[in-house]
Nanobody, 128 residues
Framework: QVQLVESGGGLVQPGGPLRLSCAAS????????IAWFPRSPGKEHEGVSC????????YYTDSVKGRFTISRDNAKNTVYLQMNNLKPEDTAVYHC?????????????????????WGQGTQVTVSS
């Protein structure tokens, strides 16, 4: 079955780094754009970053630009989100999802209505 599994979250102090992983099974991740959606109270599934299927396009919201980097390793069927200089407001459960059409996606702000096959998420907590 098509499945995405997030990992890499944890508890870190402000300013610290984390690297999140989104591992795919049941399909070839390289064929799909992938987005990351933090879920927190009142702000569920609003995308902060995405990467196109051929990694020619990436997107970051202003709140994470310059701090987060999205990348993919097609050989490992995995997309990563490197999170640096973390802030308390980054605290959320981070989900990854694939664009609903292969070969397309990541044209701007990730819209949850255009993504599918959500993972269960990984908790990121930033606190001193």
């Amino acid at each position: 079955q098509v499945q995405l599994v997030e990992s890499g979250g944890g508890l870190v102090q402000p300013g610290g780094p984390l690297r999140l992983s989104c591992a795919a099974s049941g399909f070839t991740l390289a064929a799909y754009a992938i987005a990351w959606f933090p879920r927190s109270p009142g702000k569920e599934h609003e995308g902060v970053s995405c990467i196109s299927s051929r990694a020619s396009t990436t997107y970051y919201t202003d709140s994470v630009k310059g701090r987060f980097t999205i990348s993919r390793d097609n050989a490992k069927n995995t997309v990563y989100l490197q999170m640096n200089n973390l802030k308390p407001e980054d605290t959320a459960v981070y989900h990854c999802a694939r664009y609903f059409h292969s070969g397309w996606g990541c044209y701007g702000v990730p819209d949850r209505q255009e993504y599918e096959s959500w993972g269960q998420g990984t908790q990121v907590t930033v606190s001193s």
